[in-house]
């Protein structure tokens, strides 16, 4: 049981390449969401998913996409990297939405954009 | 969801208990209120959460006061492990859109 696991752990782009941040759990969550943090500030929602084929938008989703079409698997794609797109994104997961007593966090991607 | 307020910072002695205060003024009768810390850069940890009782598990304890306006996160003997970032979250069950603030940074001083 690998729990949310994160891909890759470290990337650096030039401004204007695009890429894909994997994110997969292996507990049947139905719930994943993408969060940014920029330093010294706290976790911001950029996208969530409620299942499969369901994808919503959080507080700042401008410049991502998300698709989510198994259950186990919900990738971030950055369509034209920013230099303002640097930070840390971690995926989150929990078995139904509304359970945040239960939500398991990745590890993280550091991402800096040049 | 409903505003936040922490305190950005706090320093503890080791071994003593460490109070963590939070308002949450524009709280609805249907929210929660979720604690959660962040250690060095890993992800988030869920600590404790409540709606109006005080709750105790083996982490910490949340005191939640009559008119649900603050909390308290007590963090019974604060050891040099418990050095993090700590959020204080409100949001209700069938809302989606877990959201963290600034947090207060926690120094657990030797």
């Known amino acids: 049981n690998a729990g949310v696991t994160q891909t890759p752990k470290f990337q650096v782009l030039k401004t204007g390449q695009s890429m894909t941040l994997q994110c997969a759990q292996d507990?049947?969550?139905?719930?994943m969401s993408w969060y940014r943090q920029d330093p010294g500030m706290g976790l911001r929602l950029i996208h969530y998913?409620?299942?499969?084929?369901?994808?919503d938008q959080g507080e700042v989703p401008n410049g991502y996409n998300v698709s989510r079409s198994t259950t186990e698997d919900f990738p971030l794609r950055l369509l034209s990297a920013a230099p303002s797109q640097t930070s840390v994104y971690f995926c989150?997961?929990?078995?139904?939405?509304?359970?945040?007593?239960?939500?398991?966090f990745g590890s993280g991607t550091q991402l800096s954009v040049l | 969801d409903a505003k936040t307020t922490q305190p950005p910072s706090m320093d503890c002695a080791e071994g003593r208990a460490a109070n963590l205060p939070c308002n949450h003024s524009?709280?609805?009768?249907?929210?929660?209120v979720y604690w959660y810390r962040q250690i060095h850069s890993q992800g988030p940890q869920y600590i404790i959460h409540?709606?109006?009782n005080n709750e105790t598990n083996e982490m910490a304890s949340l005191i939640i006061t009559e008119d649900r306006k603050s909390s308290t996160l007590i963090l019974p003997h604060a050891t040099l492990r418990d050095t993090a970032v700590y959020y204080c979250?409100?949001?209700?069950?069938?809302?989606?859109?877990?959201?963290f603030g600034a947090g207060t940074t926690v120094t657990v001083r030797a």
């Open positions: 989150a997961s929990s078995y139904s939405p509304g359970e945040a007593e239960k939500l398991f």
């Open positions: 507990m049947n969550h139905e719930y």
């Open positions: 998913s409620v299942g499969a084929g369901i994808t």
């Open positions: 524009t709280i609805s009768g249907n929210e929660y």
């Open positions: 409540g709606l109006k």
């Open positions: 979250i409100v949001m209700s069950s069938n809302d989606y859109k877990l959201s």
